[in-house]
């Protein structure tokens, strides 16, 4: 499964419910999956787990799009 597959996984597990068909690259994150601040930590640790690995707030912090959480991902899994 690929980055954006797994992404789109973790955001239907934080948002049970949402229309699958709103998660493209484009999506923003809280306007048009509306993801709110709890849901980004939510959102984070899903995708900690479903990656292995630790995301910094800082870094989660310039996310507000569903391309730029998969842009981060895998700069993490290059680096």
Known sequence: MDVFEQTK???CKVQPGIDESKIIPEA??????EIDSLG????A??????????LPDDELEN????????SLIESKLQG
Not at 40 to 43: A, G, M, Q, W, Y
Not at 45 to 54: K, P, R, T, V
């Open 28 to 33: 923003l994150l809280g306007d048009d999956l």
């Open 45 to 54: 640790l899903a995708l900690e787990d479903a990656f292995g690995f630790y």
């Open 40 to 43: 980004r930590v939510e959102l």
């Open 63 to 70: 996310i507000s799009t569903v391309s730029d959480a998969v």
């Open 9 to 11: 996984k973790a955001i």
